[in-house]
């Protein structure tokens, strides 16, 4: 149709058929075009056909070119800021869409500065309208939005899970509150039911084990000074304890261990922790007063330390026992022979001070052996202390063998017997109605590997 329409009007400009002998030699040219078409659809001969040239595109002035550069220059600034948006929390879709959107807007701006240099040269640049780039600003506003809102909501499942936390940490606190107030309540409890509370077989137990501990490190050190110094160990332990039967060679150490141990428990049974017998008569003691003047000097004492007390209170009760309790054990032969490596001369032998490489440890043994007597005297009953002599036979209810792997039955001729205590190690107790086992040495008894 196109085609027929071009070989009847071939101008290009706007023409009017005024003449009208031309409009004869129109219709014969019509007629040839339909003699060569057949399927050509019927021309209306007789009327005057005006062919309409559009109107030429204007060229872009210099306002509308700064108006799209500047509304361009806004949606790179908007693209700019939403690349910078999408990196942190990392939006990898959104980097990709603004990196596209920035480029796009560089080239546009690149296109704006070419048709302004070139305005006035050539007859048309093709340039999008004033609208189209504000719709352009505004399409890039609302993805600078939705990335700002992204990363909004993303603060906000950052404070939803800080929140939670939170939330955990007041449920500990509120546990931990509630702890605190049964506490309270038990320590505003009357007296004797404070004492009661705190007064168990297994609070006497656990001071128990720390004073055994540190006993056993004291212990320890004075074997290895005697060693030192050149002492017959065997001998010496042969002399606590004559002729038993250790299921090791090394094992006469526990003989040492028990003249310590048994030497500091004496007097254990007075309440002024005195071997001497000059001590004060349980039957003259009230009862209350007794409880609750041993448990407050084993509460103070418990808070003290013990080197501090022996500077600053040379003449108190701990001091003196102290001092007792060092001149009993470590006699003035063992004390010249462990000392005489010492550039003091003028050590008065017999002595607790502090010049000895025995002081602190002693003193850390004392005071827990302290500790424990104060302890053992706030009960109701009085914690009572016993031991095993030598020669007993071995009982599981009353004794413990410090030997662990060591076989309990002895062949004495046709028939199987226990053995035989060699010696105490550490005394045994009764808390009210328990009984805390006595660790001994077994005489006579194979070790077992």
Not at 179 to 196: F, G, I, N, S, Y
Request: glycine fraction near 4%; hydrophobic fraction near 40%.
């Amino acid at each position: 149709m196109l085609q027929k329409f071009a070989l009847a009007f071939k101008s290009k400009t706007i023409e009017f058929f005024a003449e009208d002998e031309e409009a004869e030699e129109d219709e014969e040219a019509a007629a040839a075009v339909a003699a060569a078409d057949p399927e050509s659809e019927e021309i209306i001969t007789g009327q005057r056909v005006v062919v309409l040239k559009p109107d030429p595109v204007p060229r872009p002035g210099p306002q509308a070119l700064v108006a799209a550069a500047l509304a361009t220059f806004s949606s790179f600034h908007d693209a700019y800021l939403l690349l910078q948006t999408a990196q942190s929390p990392f939006l990898p879709d959104d980097l990709r869409t603004a990196d596209r959107a920035a480029v796009s807007h560089l080239r546009r701006l690149l296109e704006l500065r070419r048709t302004y240099l070139e305005l006035g040269s050539t007859p048309f640049v093709p340039l999008s309208s004033h609208l189209e780039a504000q719709v352009q600003e505004n399409q890039d506003l609302l993805r600078a939005f939705e990335a700002l809102v992204n990363r909004l909501q993303s603060d906000i499942d950052g404070k939803d899970a800080e929140t939670g936390v939170l939330e955990k940490t007041l449920a500990e606190l509120n546990a931990n509150c509630a702890r605190l107030a049964h506490r309270l309540e038990r320590a505003c409890m009357p007296a004797e039911d404070k004492v009661e509370a705190l007064l168990t077989v297994g609070v006497f137990d656990s001071v128990l084990r720390d004073t055994c501990r540190v006993t056993h490190r004291f212990a320890r050190i004075w074997v290895d000074s005697m060693k030192i110094s050149g002492w017959d160990l065997r001998a010496a332990a042969n002399c606590i304890y004559p002729d038993v039967n250790y299921a090791k060679p090394r094992h006469f150490r526990y003989a040492l261990l028990s003249y310590i141990c048994l030497g500091m428990f004496g007097g254990f049974d007075s309440y002024d922790f005195c071997e001497d017998g000059t001590g004060v008569e349980l039957r003259d003691i009230d009862v209350t007063i007794r409880r609750n003047d041993s448990l407050q000097q084993f509460i103070d004492h418990s808070a003290l330390d013990p080197m501090e007390t022996m500077r600053d209170f040379p003449g108190c009760d701990f001091a003196n026992f102290c001092q007792k309790k060092y001149a009993k054990l470590i006699h003035s032969g063992i004390e010249s022979s462990l000392l005489r490596n010492l550039t003091k001369k003028d050590l008065s032998l017999g002595l607790l001070s502090q010049s000895s490489p025995l002081y602190e440890p002693f003193v850390t043994m004392a005071s827990s052996m302290w500790t424990l007597h104060k302890l053992a005297w706030a009960y109701d009953p009085v914690v009572e202390i016993f031991q095993v002599a030598r020669g007993t036979e071995f009982s599981m209810v009353f004794m413990e063998s410090i030997i662990r792997k060591v076989n309990m039955m002895c062949v004495d001729g046709q028939r199987t017997t226990r053995p035989k205590v060699g010696f105490t190690v550490v005394p045994g107790f009764r808390v009210g109605k328990t009984v805390i086992q006595s660790r001994v040495y077994l005489d006579g008894t194979k070790h077992i590997l």
